[in-house]
């Protein structure tokens, strides 16, 4: 199993600010998918990334894969308390979904 | 996107006794479900992957006689934890895969307690 490191591992910022989180392998991955899951619910599909160097934007997230397709990144502009949950990041891999550890945000009003 | 739910959401058990969790795709023939599990603050791991009519595939380290899969129809899969133990708290949750898609869908989770 390849794994997928997810950094940072826990984010606390405060509403209004930026933030990065980052999903990288060793090994290059077909397609790259972004989850977001809140307290007690599953996970949410948010965006599904193929192409190297592909840019995908929904609203205020901006989901970015390398050029290697190796790592991929997603950044939120001006958070906001509805943003806090926890991301995770998964590649399939023989049939099944492999997860990152997951970035767990917290955004303060 | 497609639905698929799981019940109950919430469920309280004694040490020893079995607990069952069902996952239905509700619009959709799921052709494969999986199940995983997740601890507080923690990613999900996945447990064990079911294909209709067929034994399911359990991952390394996941006790198939503790947590017995069952996926009879394509759109009910059910995971009995037996012989519960306070360790095996946790939130379950499961996905389906189907429809001609390739993208699985979640549920919202079942949060076992045992006590």
């Known amino acids: 199993t390849q794994l997928l490191e997810q950094s940072p591992q826990f984010l606390s910022i405060q509403e209004g600010e930026n933030l990065t989180v980052y999903c990288n392998s060793s090994?290059?991955?077909?397609?790259l998918q972004w989850y977001r899951q809140e307290p007690g619910e599953g996970p949410v599909l948010l965006v599904t990334v193929v192409t190297g160097g592909e840019v995908k934007k929904l609203k205020r997230l901006t989901f970015q894969f390398g050029d290697a397709r190796k790592d991929s990144s997603l950044h939120i502009t001006a958070a906001q308390t509805g943003d806090t949950g926890l991301y995770l990041c998964?590649?399939?891999?023989?049939?099944?979904?492999?997860f990152g550890q997951g970035t767990e945000l917290s955004v303060k009003p | 996107g497609a639905v698929v739910s799981q019940h109950p959401s919430r469920v309280i058990c004694k040490s020893g006794t079995s607990v069952k969790i069902e996952c239905r795709s509700l619009?959709?023939?799921?052709?494969?479900m999986f199940w995983y599990r997740q601890f507080p603050k923690k990613s999900l791991m996945l447990m064990a992957t079911?294909?209709?009519?067929?034994?399911?595939?359990?991952e390394q380290g996941v006790e198939k006689d503790k947590f017995l899969i069952n996926h009879a129809s394509l759109t009910l899969s059910t995971l009995t934890v037996t012989s519960a133990h306070p360790e095996d708290s946790s939130f379950y949750i499961c996905?389906?895969?189907?429809?001609?898609?390739?993208?699985?869908?979640f549920g919202p989770g079942t949060r076992l307690t045992v006590t």
């Open positions: 996905s389906a895969e189907g429809g001609g898609e390739y993208e699985q869908y």
């Open positions: 079911s294909n209709e009519g067929s034994k399911a595939t359990y």
């Open positions: 998964a590649r399939r891999q023989g049939g099944k979904l492999i």
């Open positions: 090994s290059v991955f077909s397609s």
């Open positions: 619009d959709f023939q799921a052709t494969t």
